[in-house]
């Protein structure tokens, strides 16, 4: 994606199933839980780049001894900084006392971060927030086992007031408005109050405070915890917990916003965002890993007892698309067929606007995610080219001659790596005069690839501000002297903003929305932004359920042709000599493609929960106001 675009988050969370020493002589370490937690998040790091948390709860420990570690890094390479403070810790530990290397009691004993449940967590730090106290797990800390806490989600709330306001209700002093902490506090108060209840009863049949503790744990009903906490929880989550005694649990919004699999045999269970990490890690194969049901949470007893429980009713499945066109690692069996799918789909639309010339076209792709949609696209283009090979041969007959038969098939779609990406570049200069030239070169082209008059098609997953193609991408593409550039976008238009946990918080940010405006100009409509204002403004203290989303208004007068003609127009630099044309997936193809991942807020303004519809209008209300701050 040349826009870059942030998305929180990835979660891992490990139960072993066995005692450590079963580990340790079946792989050869006792560490086995944390090496595949480190490959885990390693393999997630496509989640999240900014900040990198792990913590780990070891089963059955005595009174005084450290049960609990967690470690958090928002470093340049957060991830292996963690390990590498983890390993230093076991190395250390391992020189020191060199009789601790076949004695895995007592490395459990002395040694951190070596547990039977373990949880970690990679994120990107959106709104400039990325110091370390914004890295996962977060930790809530009580003298009873039972009432610590430990949390690290994929999530956004889009309600955070009104979670907020219910923990003051409650009489609790929350040290911050931050969804994480909201959502931590809302579940370790019915935990407080659960661990509470079960005392006073476990009191009244005759045990003793002692005593009463391991049969606490037993007794804990999760689940209930859970269906209190995220009762009025209004967003898009996959949250993560352990608990100080060893229960474990993940839980899932009732629509399936965010993604959650899971794998579980004798010997572990294993939950992580996306599938192909655990089919990775663990070398299982596709179908032996699960998705969780949207509503549900997966939740893993002291005990090993592992169950599945219906928290929240769920509502009509809105999983994430952005995850199918972009997030999600393309090595899943399904997103690499739904990404080529994407590919194939938009071609007939590409095909107009090179009016079916495919011998003076060049096809590519901005690198690198947009490789497998960029498959798609050619092996269609090659479909398109076999049926009309087919037609030419048959039309001539018995009549045909070798040399024309091989100019026939010596026809093929054109296909160079126009566009390569220079990682290793900094735009480290802040006056934009100079900071210009410099994103401007981003970017890098193979020379000759393309011959002058020719058509130049590139696609790209989705063109969200359109910053990058404006200063660098086309400028560059220019200089290959061709006569036409089609930039395809796999994903439709993105038009309105996520409050799910995707960093697209602001309509202007947004190049649909601009071309809108210049539109609405153009046509001396102004008038209908003001009207959409004032009916967003009447609606600022309705209750979620009866807001309407009016930005759809927005939109509404124009096509998508021409809004998407309108971008062309926008990011053509001024002294571009190619004619530029933007090509957008339709929503319809969307759909065909990713059938199962129907979340399509972002493109259509149809979100899945009421708060979406306030958090829209939110931020129609900061554009026409000038405010430049997120709506939730």
Not at 250 to 266: C, E
Not at 377 to 391: D, G, I, R, W
């Amino acid at each position: 994606m040349s826009d870059a675009i942030k998305h929180e988050c990835g979660i891992s969370l490990i139960r072993l199933l066995k005692p450590l020493e079963y580990y340790k002589e079946k792989y050869g370490t006792a560490f086995y839980g944390v090496n595949k937690m480190y490959l885990m998040m390693e393999k997630q790091h496509n989640r999240g780049q900014d900040g990198a948390g792990f913590a780990s709860i070891k089963l059955d420990m005595e009174p005084g001894e450290r049960y609990m570690s967690r470690v958090r890094s928002s470093q340049q390479q957060p991830i292996q900084d963690i390990f590498k403070q983890i390993n230093d810790r076991i190395n250390s530990a391992l020189v020191d006392s060199p009789q601790l290397w076949d004695d895995v009691a007592q490395q459990k004993k002395e040694i951190p971060y070596i547990g039977e449940l373990l949880l970690g967590h990679v994120r990107y730090g959106t709104f400039g927030k990325n110091s370390i106290e914004s890295v996962h797990p977060f930790l809530r800390q009580n003298n009873w086992m039972h009432r610590n806490l430990i949390v690290a989600g994929n999530f956004n709330m889009t309600n955070v007031d009104e979670l907020f306001g219910s923990l003051i209700e409650l009489g609790q002093h929350p040290k911050e408005m931050a969804d994480t902490i909201t959502v931590m506090e809302k579940i370790g108060h019915f935990l407080d109050d659960a661990v509470a209840k079960l005392y006073k009863q476990i009191k009244k049949e005759g045990f003793n405070k002692r005593e009463a503790s391991p049969i606490i744990a037993e007794r804990l009903n999760v689940a209930k915890v859970l269906r209190k906490a995220a009762k009025n929880w209004d967003g898009g989550y996959a949250m993560g917990g352990l608990l100080g005694h060893g229960d474990a649990f993940l839980l899932r919004d009732p629509a399936g916003i965010r993604p959650s699999y899971y794998y579980q045999d004798d010997e572990i269970v294993v939950v992580a965002s996306e599938r192909p990490v655990i089919q990775t890690v663990f070398n299982v194969k596709y179908e032996e890993v699960k998705e969780l049901d949207p509503g549900n949470a997966i939740i893993i007893k002291k005990n090993g007892n592992v169950s599945f429980e219906e928290i929240l009713t769920p509502t009509e499945r809105k999983a994430c698309s952005f995850e199918r066109i972009y997030f999600s690692r393309g090595s899943d069996k399904e997103i690499y067929r739904e990404r080529k799918m994407l590919g194939k789909l938009v071609f007939p639309e590409i095909l107009k606007a090179i009016d079916d010339n495919l011998t003076d076209t060049v096809f590519s792709y901005i690198p690198n995610t947009a490789e497998t949609s960029f498959l798609g696209m050619v092996k269609e283009a090659q479909n398109y080219l076999n049926n009309k090979k087919e037609e030419q041969i048959l039309a001539l007959g018995n009549t045909i001659t070798k040399e024309q038969l091989h100019k026939i098939l010596d026809v093929r779609p054109r296909i160079e790596k126009v566009a390569i990406k220079d990682a290793k570049l900094r735009t480290f200069i802040t006056q934009d005069s100079s900071r210009d030239d410099l994103v401007a070169h981003v970017y890098d082209i193979s020379y000759g690839s393309v011959k002058k008059n020719d058509n130049l098609v590139i696609i790209d997953d989705s063109i969200v501000r359109g910053t990058t193609l404006k200063k660098s991408i086309l400028r560059m593409l220019d200089r290959l002297n061709p006569k036409k550039i089609v930039v395809v976008s796999s994903a439709p238009q993105i038009r309105y903003p996520d409050c799910y946990g995707i960093d697209m918080a602001k309509l202007e940010d947004f190049v649909a929305f601009k071309a809108a405006l210049e539109l609405h100009k153009d046509h001396n409509t102004t008038n209908k932004i003001e009207e959409i204002y004032h009916k967003c403004v009447q609606q600022v203290n309705s209750k979620d359920k009866d807001v309407i989303n009016y930005v759809k208004e927005f939109y509404e007068p124009f096509s998508q042709e021409e809004i998407s003609d309108k971008i062309a127009e926008i990011l053509s630099p001024k002294s571009i000599g190619a004619e530029v044309k933007v090509i957008y997936q339709t929503i319809d193809n969307l759909h065909i493609a990713c059938p199962n991942n129907l979340g399509d807020w972002y493109f259509t303004g149809d979100y899945p929960t009421p708060g979406g519809n306030r958090v829209v209008n939110r931020a129609f209300i900061n554009f026409f106001e000038g405010k430049n701050e997120r709506a939730y």
